[in-house]
């Protein structure tokens, strides 16, 4: 019998757990699906199948769920599934939580000290042919398009020699080629990380290693026509805590932010550092090369943002440190020093950002993220941050004009994901996932990308609520197997 899930905010309210694996056919639609969206939305939750072993565990350390909405002919289907790692088939044989808090395997029951750790709950991708679940801690798990069964943990024809691999890969639309980081690629709490290039065949290319000045959790970087840029924020693992059974994580802003830079087509030897404050960041919209110059937006807030980080840095919740605006950082390689120049892109604070896949690594204009805005409604209790995002902003970068679209009081927006329009010109579409608080149920809204201010141009209903989504990928029909097509 499976016992009850605490009481605290990471279990609790819309972080309730759902476990539901299920398919629902021809879902309700109100107003109309558009034609040329023609394809799957493929989303990752995690989704604790068992409570955790110890109570102050936390969201990310969470079993994965993929579902997907596969819409054709007008029509949408949803289907979800637990992603079946060996750590998920172990916790289900015995009936319970095996495994200790999250990435600390010195808390783990000893019957399972050789099973793999990983959960595969962030970000699915699709690339060569392959569906893969990613976790910034692991390798990549693939899964099937059409059915969502596990095919297994995915190690690159067995050529990865990194034990780690992002969960935000930069896909070059034009060649094709998928650019990877590891961090702790060498194990547990080791500086050394990992940069790889997959070929539009699927087969890895490059792999070079280097050492990061401290373990920082680097969870996302940017990657230009012409150069790779890894940015390190001061959230660090030590070995001996870890080792204690303390947390993986704690925040250190006394420590700098780190940035290295170096040419796409040099080695990590070429890496130029800049340094500035230390400061917390996750998700890049987007970045590029211009002559000497290399920008990349982003939001960073002074504090941490995860209740679970900084409860364990002993940091109390400064609002104030919350408050920072969506940024351009530019470094010019063509002057000396380790400095960069900030320029405010948006005032309204937040992130989950995207862009068309198109767009990445060049110039650009658009992009899409999610923010909490109080004239929106009061804050809700939802996701990791314990504070759900009410409002999807459309940016464009370079004027710096935004226009926004929220549902209002009483609901979350999670992050969008682009489907591109099949009518030239036209700028496609957002699909966002909702949560109705008041009615205990989730809507996905279809919004115009040009125009997102207007409102939904369709209202997809479930009738259940989906629990908090991290992130999602959109996936053309033409370019899945037929099998996986509607
Ligand atoms: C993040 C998410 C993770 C993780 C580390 O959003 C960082 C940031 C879902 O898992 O393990
Ligand atoms: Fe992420």
């Known amino acids: 019998m499976t016992q009850p899930f605490p009481s605290n905010n990471e279990y609790s309210g819309f972080n309730a757990p759902m476990r539901v694996e299920c398919d629902i056919g021809d879902l309700v639609v109100e107003g109309a699906l558009p034609k040329d969206i023609n394809g799957t939305w493929f ?68 019957s399972v000290k050789d099973v793999p750790r990983g959960v595969a709950n962030t970000t699915p991708v ?30 690159f024809d067995g050529r990865i020699r990194s034990e780690t691999v992002t969960a935000h890969p ?13 961090y702790e690629a060498g194990g547990l709490a080791t500086r050394d990380i990992s940069l790889m290039v997959v070929n539009k065949d699927g087969r890895l290319v490059r792999e070079e290693w280097f050492e990061a000045p401290y373990v920082s959790m680097m969870h996302d970087f940017v990657v230009t026509k012409e150069h790779i840029v890894f940015p390190l924020f001061p959230t660090t693992a030590d070995l001996d805590r870890i080792k ?86 530019e470094f010019d390689l063509a002057k000396p020093g380790d400095q960069w120049v900030e320029h405010v892109l948006c005032p309204a604070v937040g992130d989950f950002p995207r862009i068309a896949d198109r767009d990445h690594m060049k110039d650009y204009d658009v992009g899409y993220y999610v923010n909490y805005q109080p004239q929106n409604g009061p804050p809700l209790m939802t996701g990791i941050a314990h504070m759900g995002f009410n409002t999807v902003t459309r940016l464009e970068v370079k004027s710096g004009r935004a226009t926004h679209f929220s549902l209002g009081p009483g609901t979350t927006v999670a992050e969008p994901v682009h489907v591109p329009s099949r009518i030239s010109g036209h700028e496609g579409y957002l699909l966002v996932a909702t949560e109705l608080h008041d009615q205990w149920l989730s809507d996905v809204v279809v919004l115009e990308a040009a125009h997102i201010e207007k409102g939904p141009i369709a209202r997809i209903k479930l009738p259940l609520r989906m629990r908090h989504q991290l992130h999602g990928s959109w996936v053309n029909a033409e370019d899945l197997p037929p099998a996986a097509r509607g």
């Open 43 to 110: 989303r990752l939750t995690p989704d604790p199948y068992y409570p955790p072993k110890f109570d102050h565990d936390n969201f990310f350390a969470s079993d994965g769920m993929l579902s997907m909405f596969r819409f054709h002919d007008g029509k949408v289907d949803y289907k979800t599934r637990y992603v079946m790692t060996d750590r998920l088939k172990a916790e289900r044989a015995a009936g319970r939580a095996l495994f200790g808090i999250y990435r600390n395997p010195y808390t783990d029951d000893s």
């Open 126 to 155: 699709w690339h060569a042919d392959r569906l893969l679940m990613l976790k910034e801690d692991s390798l990549p798990m693939a899964m099937d398009p059409a059915t969502l069964a596990t095919l297994g943990w995915w190690n």
């Open 170 to 182: 930069r896909i070059d639309f034009d060649t094709g080629e998928m650019f990877l980081n590891g």
């Open 244 to 329: 204690g059974g303390g947390p993986h994580w704690v925040y250190e802003p006394d420590k700098p932010t780190w940035v290295g830079i170096m040419p796409r087509d040099g080695s990590v030897k070429d890496l130029r550092w800049f340094q500035g404050p230390g400061v917390s960041a996750y998700h890049f919209m987007n970045g590029y090369t211009e002559g000497s110059k290399v920008y990349f937006d982003f939001s960073y807030t002074g504090g941490h943002q995860f209740p679970f980080v900084r409860d364990d840095s002993g940091q109390v919740f400064e609002p104030q440190k919350m408050m920072c605006p969506y940024v351009r950082w």
